[in-house]
């Protein structure tokens, strides 16, 4: 796969996002977010994704030129309107300003309506973790998983994401609700290999492995069953609630229709209660902890979430980023 | 099943509890927690865990006399000490205050250390609810589920409740991190039933429904594999981190002397931003189109988290709550 420098990444996707009619300084920071992603790892939300973003801008589901704003104040906690801007620019925005309520109020809350698809989830918590503080935030997404019991897809598979700054290397937990993605389905089905644990339901309503099967039935398995279904319904519905936006039952089931979402964003300050180094050295230890715990496979040890990150940060950073050529083609006839 | 009067129940584990040191309101509040979570038929953890209690009181791991006291404070974010005071009364008051905090900063969080098993995670949740407020908690436990990949017990199954008010019933998700917990393969065991799904790994290494496998291997399985390890290592440190208490992995492994937990209470007040009536009908809604989704058997609609407590509720409010004979008589000789 051809290696493109992760600058001239950032500065062809941001020469496109201007022509699409985004002013120059959030051309270039929504171009960044989309090659950070690739650069981290995240290959289904980084690149490969811009050419659908670039779509949803000329179906009019993204507005190039929206950017948020708040609609009511009220101590620690914001509700803001995102205006259906671009879903990264929006996120990031408020992730900022959540981080900004904590450094007053220790902790800080924004709840965000109208938004749309923030990409990788886990750029606003490396954002959070970058600046210091603990962030958590989430999103509600279209109905694109049964809830346990069902049938069709009727809850989302809201990403939750949970972050936590250590010098040695962020901690940074980014996971749906379903157990594999639509886009994990598809890697394993050209690979021709079968799940790793079962994914979801075939046609005759069996549990399967099979990624195939359960494309075409579209009933993917909320993960933990019971569990990953009740927590997609509760934050769907703290999100539409405290932002007053739409809940996932309103959202249009369509990747290129997917807009006015809700999203919630919290950070705690850790330096308002003091004693940092204290803190640094817990979660130091709980890291040493998983790492010294035996494992099942000799050469694969535990790993915290977000852990592989650096490493291919680094790589893809050094020798360029991964970019199939079809994909670049598409970007560079944008 | 015996059924015991609510009020017959709750005087009973008073007059324990406050042969045991405890202070009258204390002792009254602590037994009603007991027997409330009985009446919502979380029997694992209610009336069935006050000999355990009792012990761990007699043991010198819960301090009756002990209160939880502020440590540290920074607009709406706290630092408690529990002093390794009584589970649940330590709870209690910790998502109190935090609900106050609510009320002034629109969001409130406190960060409690030094404390022990809050019984119900769920208890707080519908104390948060009934307080009009949206609520979210977390605990670390004993180390007592192997880490995704691993083969001893090493992370936490550190419950995670949030909670939406709702005038026609709240919605309170309460979940641990093992897939089922040890309580739940016990009672399939002696049932004779396999589970419903895998639960764990045999002596072998391999994934089985077969209950009395997973107790012997002690490798209950994470919800959604790597997703409920990951999830579990994040909240600890977390928890840890905030209260400067334990993590999981300093955390006696041994239930009589699990002791010395980390908790997180979080609450976020609707009124602060307005728009009540907007907001109940967004809930209504999650609700009402959950309840339309097609369900894959036809006499198994689906519910939203909470929903089946308050006809149990009624029912052992009416009824008298089931206690068996055996648990009641120790009771009773205490």
């Given at each position: 796969m051809p290696r493109i420098p992760f600058d001239d990444v950032q500065s062809r996707l941001a020469k496109v996002l201007r022509e699409l009619g985004f002013r120059d300084v959030r051309a270039e920071l929504c171009a960044r977010l989309f090659a950070e992603t690739t650069c981290d790892?995240?290959?289904?939300?980084?690149v490969n994704r811009f050419a659908r973003f670039v779509a949803m801008v000329r179906n009019g589901?993204?507005?190039?030129a929206a950017e948020p704003r708040v609609v009511v104040r009220f101590g620690a906690m914001e509700r803001w309107d995102g205006?259906?801007?671009a879903g990264n620019l929006n996120a990031y925005a408020a992730m900022e300003r959540t981080i900004g309520l904590s450094r007053v109020h220790g902790i800080g809350c924004v709840a965000m309506a109208n938004t749309n698809h923030w990409m990788r989830g886990g750029t606003y918590g490396w954002q959070a973790a970058d600046a210091g503080v603990i962030g958590m935030c989430w999103s509600n997404t279209m109905p694109n998983v049964p809830p346990?019991?069902?049938?069709?897809?009727?809850?989302g598979n809201n990403p939750l994401v949970i972050a936590v700054p250590r010098a040695k290397g962020h901690v940074v937990l980014d996971m749906a609700?379903?157990?594999?993605s639509y886009g994990a389905l598809e890697s394993y089905r050209k690979r021709g290999e079968l799940l790793p644990v079962e994914g979801g339901f075939d046609a005759e309503g069996k549990l399967t492995r099979d990624p195939g099967a359960i494309e075409k039935s579209q009933r993917l398995l909320p993960m933990g069953f019971w569990k990953g279904s009740g927590l997609a319904v509760v934050l769907d519905m703290v999100a539409a609630m405290m932002s007053l936006g739409n809940a996932t039952h309103a959202i249009a089931n369509d990747p290129l229709r997917e807009t006015g979402l809700s999203q919630m964003f919290f950070a705690m300050h850790p330096e308002a209660l003091g004693d940092d180094a204290r803190m640094e050295k817990i979660a130091d230890e709980v890291v040493a902890s998983l790492h010294r715990s035996p494992a099942a496979e000799e050469r694969r040890p535990m790993r915290y979430p977000g852990e592989n990150t650096l490493r291919l940060r680094d790589e893809n950073r050094r020798i360029g980023l991964p970019v199939e050529q079809a994909v670049w083609d598409e970007i560079c006839r944008v």
């Open positions: 790892g995240v290959y289904s939300h980084g589901s993204v507005d190039p205006q259906q801007g346990w019991g069902g049938v069709e897809p009727a809850i609700m379903s157990q594999f």
